[in-house]
Protein backbone atom coordinates (compact mmCIF):
# COMPACT_ATOMS: atom_id res chain seq x y z
CA UNK A 1 0.00 0.00 0.00
CA UNK A 2 1.59 3.44 -1.51
CA UNK A 3 4.63 1.58 -2.02
CA UNK A 4 4.89 0.24 1.00
CA UNK A 5 5.35 -4.22 0.89
CA UNK A 6 2.04 -5.67 3.11
CA UNK A 7 4.11 -7.78 5.98
CA UNK A 8 1.56 -10.54 5.51
CA UNK A 9 0.56 -13.40 2.99
CA UNK A 10 -2.78 -11.35 1.33
CA UNK A 11 -4.88 -14.65 1.96
CA UNK A 12 -4.25 -13.79 5.30
CA UNK A 13 -6.39 -11.01 5.63
CA UNK A 14 -9.47 -11.34 6.44
CA UNK A 15 -12.04 -11.26 3.26
CA UNK A 16 -13.86 -7.60 4.90
CA UNK A 17 -10.51 -6.39 5.55
CA UNK A 18 -9.44 -7.45 1.82
CA UNK A 19 -12.47 -5.60 0.39
CA UNK A 20 -11.89 -2.23 2.33
CA UNK A 21 -8.20 -2.26 1.23
CA UNK A 22 -8.81 -3.19 -2.65
CA UNK A 23 -11.82 0.39 -2.64
CA UNK A 24 -9.21 2.51 -0.80
CA UNK A 25 -6.30 2.02 -2.74
CA UNK A 26 -8.10 1.74 -6.34
CA UNK A 27 -6.51 3.73 -9.06
CA UNK A 28 -9.43 5.46 -11.20
CA UNK A 29 -6.99 4.44 -14.36
CA UNK A 30 -6.39 0.83 -13.41
CA UNK A 31 -8.64 -0.61 -14.82
CA UNK A 32 -7.69 -4.15 -12.95
CA UNK A 33 -7.50 -2.58 -9.87
CA UNK A 34 -10.92 -1.53 -10.39
CA UNK A 35 -12.40 -5.06 -11.23
CA UNK A 36 -10.29 -6.85 -7.92
CA UNK A 37 -12.40 -4.08 -6.37
CA UNK A 38 -15.91 -4.42 -8.17
CA UNK A 39 -15.14 -8.65 -7.82
CA UNK A 40 -14.55 -7.80 -3.83
CA UNK A 41 -17.16 -6.03 -2.20
CA UNK A 42 -19.24 -8.43 -4.05
CA UNK A 43 -18.02 -11.30 -2.34
CA UNK A 44 -18.64 -9.70 0.62
CA UNK A 45 -22.17 -9.24 -0.30
CA UNK A 46 -22.36 -5.65 -0.90
CA UNK A 47 -23.25 -5.65 -4.56
CA UNK A 48 -24.14 -1.95 -4.74
CA UNK A 49 -20.31 -0.57 -3.92
CA UNK A 50 -19.27 -2.78 -6.53
CA UNK A 51 -21.47 -0.64 -9.32
CA UNK A 52 -19.11 2.02 -9.13
CA UNK A 53 -16.20 0.56 -10.16
CA UNK A 54 -17.14 -1.84 -12.63
CA UNK A 55 -19.34 1.52 -13.80
CA UNK A 56 -16.02 3.34 -14.11
CA UNK A 57 -13.68 0.11 -15.57
CA UNK A 58 -16.46 -0.44 -17.90
CA UNK A 59 -15.97 3.41 -19.63
CA UNK A 60 -12.62 2.76 -19.58
CA UNK A 61 -12.58 -1.14 -21.33
CA UNK A 62 -15.70 -2.44 -22.00
CA UNK A 63 -14.80 -5.73 -22.35
CA UNK A 64 -12.97 -6.33 -19.85
CA UNK A 65 -15.75 -5.10 -17.11
CA UNK A 66 -18.23 -7.46 -19.23
CA UNK A 67 -16.34 -10.19 -19.12
CA UNK A 68 -15.48 -10.16 -15.52
CA UNK A 69 -19.01 -9.54 -14.81
CA UNK A 70 -20.31 -12.63 -16.91
CA UNK A 71 -17.79 -14.75 -15.33
CA UNK A 72 -18.54 -13.95 -11.94
CA UNK A 73 -22.75 -14.34 -12.86
CA UNK A 74 -21.69 -18.17 -14.14
CA UNK A 75 -20.03 -19.16 -11.41
CA UNK A 76 -22.49 -17.74 -9.12
CA UNK A 77 -25.28 -19.66 -10.58
CA UNK A 78 -23.16 -22.87 -10.65
CA UNK A 79 -22.96 -22.74 -6.83
CA UNK A 80 -26.55 -22.34 -6.72
CA UNK A 81 -27.14 -25.35 -8.51
CA UNK A 82 -25.60 -26.85 -6.44
Given at each position: ???????????????????????????????????????????VGNANAAED????AALKEPGAA?????????????????
Open positions: MQGNDLPLAWKQVALENRAALAKEEVREDDVQALLIAAVHQLAPFAKKVAKAVLVLRWRSRQVL
